[in-house]
């Protein structure tokens, strides 16, 4: 567990060592990042070996950082951080490979990339509410270099919409987080600290500081109606950064909505839950149906992230240790799926074709091109679907299950989403992948492409097979999470928010 | 009132090696150097005149606090000691800009009259006495004057003294005429006995008008709405270290002279920030900064030129810094000092690589930055620690600057004035990540125009971008070497 911290240091130190590394080589910058990411992957994997689950935070690093401000450098672990923390492990490290392609810059490209990654961890370990701030906004100026730099269609509005949305979300955060310090008057930002203090605010006082904090966080999760900048920012993005940004950002959101909004403002909560729950099943459904009619690849990729984030969402306004769970699972579930259908419509299809435009992708066998590909997307869009065997079937049900405890006509017009959901994977497949175009006639050789690399096929393995494991065996994080609710910190959001 | 000119000697030694310098800086240009070239007049001139900061910070540490000197006309409390090593290093640095700026034509008086306004810097974060806060304040308007119109054969820099001096000169009486009414009527220019007599006599009209005056000048000085006009412009026109030098040490220095004025000194009248009717000179504080706030940062979106964006930043942060100054009651000094202190660092270097790029070619609209990142990876970087430090950022020190001056505003109630003004700050910095990202975008993501090649930075300057970088990264790692210095 002591060795979690080095995740944040070796990323930012990978950081500096490939920008300088970029300079020379390319090649270089890219084997740097790639041992960075996967060193800190392997970091949190022996950490999660000797990992006992326990109710409450592990400190795993703690020290005084601005006495004068309260503010100390805490960074402490449970299940829940555990899960996402190897997350981020399996993304950062499937993103360098399929980024393996970045010729231009790529020392800046990966700096920018591992200094994502570091802000990531750290937002995932702190038990700071400051700290987790400071992390948090550390992960936000990356990206809109990454996507204005080395995007595509649209970028530079797609990577400014994308930061200002998540600024502002942060705004809103730091505002209600000073608001809660300066009223708890025990000049400590540490959230249990925070969280014992908090109980003693006006019922009044917590709807409001709740609301700012909750929707500063549900900003970077992808809550409609604040959703826009989801689909654009992650079209824009290059492969990696998509993956990274639907795949591990978003939970930035969500992660803070669990860790700091909730438990500290439960009374908040119960005032706003119908809000949120209501707002969360629009995004699932809304989500759904815009993807079920756009015409490009990566905008259907994105909007279903928005739809499957509004699960997380969901499952954390039902706030019973069930619905909670699962949304815990659904972050790492929809960051490891979300994570392989950017990688295969970017990167394998993207890169190849040179267009993500459904008509024109129908009109090539793409299967007979890229079965590779083809395969990978059949996979994961099941996976998406929530197919039995694949981790998005636990993750949804178990919210499902949770939600309909707090109230059934969620989980009833949720359910529908997994409906439109099928339908959009459905669509997308068939239109993108078993098109027309090689029907009886074999390929011309000028549509012969460049074939997938290695590099590829091992992130897709990678991904694929994480979602796999947690399909048929979801205990394996579930295990994690379940304790790390039972924690007191916990307690007033499952008694308050529940029934 | 005792004499005690030792006493005065000893404290201000630093003032005086700064002084002395001024001196050698110009005696030995006009002696020996006059048949040399302007590279090595302006080299030797840097070089002694920051040979003399060094001396007077060396001074200023050995010296520790004396406290209240010749009887209470000047204190050097931790707040002056504070500003005077801040003032000292902004100068330093502002100094090393200058060697890669575009040369002035008269490099001695350039840079000695660069130390006349640091002396007079330093004597306005320490007076204690009416007259001579508006003597040392004098000394360095009319230095910064001077200075704003260097570059006499430039229309924009004769335009940006010109008004800069019109508009300094007129606050400068409106301060004059607050502060003989202040001296009519309290019978002082004291400010303890000040303080010790409003607290008797309370608010009357006439005191009224006095605080209002003053506010006028210190509007003026501190560059917040409505008395903002004079910035963009001087800092458009004057050559780019003079707007360096404007932004950050002067700026530094007047809060430390105003805040000494109004909270030591007038805080009998300080009235209820909730209570606008009520009188005091809070509320109208906090009007400014609300309307600098606003102003600033909206103004800054329309901007096209790199300068005035700049300026219009520097009305924004007039705004929170103007917040600290209304916390300084709850919380004292440190807030405001760190976010002085590093917005003058950060806002230095930012017109510190104007100045480079001036040089090189030019740097007039935003997109003259376009390809930083080619034509100069490291001034790109410098540039981007800069912009994201005013951004407030994190892990940058800009960003701590803030955190300290919120929380201590919030402290003044939520619900309050101070609470609205506060969020409505934390909101508005969303508004002014977008144009902080406009320059950086054109510094990091645009290709470089045609006919621009690779930018050389004269190594001292270099150096000095490195510092500058240096002390807004370390003092976001570890805030609270500067917050914990009083």
Known sequence: MSLLPWTIYLSFGGAVLALGAGARSAAAARWIALLTAAAGWGLVLVAAVGFAPAAGLQTVADGAWIPSLGVRYHLAADGISLTLLTLTGLAATAGVLFSWNVEERTGEFFAFYLTLIGGVYGVFLSADALLFFVFYEIAIVPKYFLIANWGSTNREYGAMKLVLYSFAGSALVLAGLLWAYVAAGSHSFDLPDLAAAAMHFSGSEQVKMFALVFLGFAVLAGLFPFHTWAPTGHVAAPTAASMLLAGVVMKLGAYGCLRVALPLFPAGLAFWQPVIAWLAVAGIVYGGLVALVQDDFKFVIGYSSVSHMGFVLLGLAAANARALSGAVLQMFSHGVIAGLLFAVVGRMVYDRMHTRRLDELHARPLYRLLPFAAGTFVFAGLASMGMPGFSGFPAELTILIGVWQTSPAWAAVAALGVLVAAAFTVRVMQLAFFGRGGEGTAPPSSTSLPPITLAEKLGAVLLLGATVVIGLKPDLLLNWITPALQSPFFEAVLKGGGQ | ?486
């Open chain 2, 1 to 486: 009132m005792t004499a005690d000119y030792s006493g005065l000697a000893g404290a201000v030694l630093p003032e005086a090696a700064l002084t002395l310098g001024a001196l050698i800086v110009l005696g030995v240009d006009l002696v020996f150097l006059r048949r040399q070239s302007l590279a090595i007049r302006l080299r030797f001139a840097v070089a002694a005149a920051a040979l003399a900061v060094v001396a007077a910070i060396a001074l200023t540490l050995k010296g520790g606090a004396p406290g209240e000197v010749f009887g209470g006309v000047l204190i050097f409390d931790s707040l002056a000691m504070a500003v005077r090593l801040g003032v000292l290093t902004l100068v330093l640095l502002v100094l090393g800009i200058s060697l890669g700026a575009p040369r002035p034509r008269r490099p001695a008086e350039y840079v000695a009259i660069m130390l006349f306004a640091a002396v007079g810097f330093n004597l306005m974060a320490a007076a204690q006495q009416l007259l001579l806060a508006f003597l040392a304040l004098e000394l360095a308007s009319l230095s910064l004057y001077v200075l704003a119109g260097f570059d006499k054969s430039r229309p924009e820099s004769v335009e940006a003294a010109l008004k800069y001096f019109l508009f300094g000169g007129v606050s400068a009486a409106f301060l004059l005429f607050g502060f003989s009414l202040i001296y009519g009527l309290t019978g002082s220019i004291n400010l303890p006995q000040i303080a010790a007599s409003l607290a008797q006599q309370g608010l009357t009209p006439l005191l009224a008008v006095a605080l209002v005056m003053v506010l006028v000048a210190f509007g003026f000085k501190a560059a917040a709405a409505p008395f903002h006009l004079w910035a963009p412009d001087a800092y458009q026109g004057a050559p780019a270290p003079s707007a360096a030098l404007i932004a950050s040490a002067s700026k530094l220095a007047g809060l430390a002279l105003f805040v000494r004025l109004l909270w030591p000194g007038f805080h009998a009248v300080a009235g209820n920030i909730a209570v606008v009717s009520g009188g005091g000179w809070l509320p109208v504080v906090a009007i400014l900064a609300g309307a600098s706030l606003l102003l600033g940062n909206i103004g800054a979106l329309a901007q096209t030129n790199v300068r005035r964006l700049l300026a219009y930043s520097a009305i924004a942060h007039a705004g929170a810094l103007l917040l600290g100054v209304i916390a300084f009651g709850v919380a004292g000094p440190a807030p405001l000092f760190y976010y002085a202190m590093t917005y003058g660092v950060a806002t230095a270097g930012a017109f510190g690589v104007i100045a480079v790029l001036e040089r090189a070619g030019g740097c007039d609209k935003i997109t003259d930055l376009a390809g930083l990142h080619r034509r100069s990876p490291f001034l790109a970087a410098c540039l981007a620690v800069f912009i994201l430090s005013l951004a407030g950022i994190p892990p940058l020190a800009g960003f701590f600057g803030k955190l300290a001056v919120f929380a201590a505003a919030l402290q003044l109630g939520a619900g309050g004035p101070a609470g609205w003004l506060t969020f409505a700050a934390i909101f508005l910095s969303a508004v002014a990540l977008y144009y902080y990202l406009v320059i950086l975008k054109q510094a990091w993501v645009a290709p470089p125009a045609e006919k621009t090649g690779p930018v050389a930075i004269p190594l001292v300057t270099a150096f000095t971008f490195l510092a500058a970088a240096a002390i807004i990264v370390l003092a976001g790692l570890w805030p609270s070497f500067l917050l914990d210095f009083f």
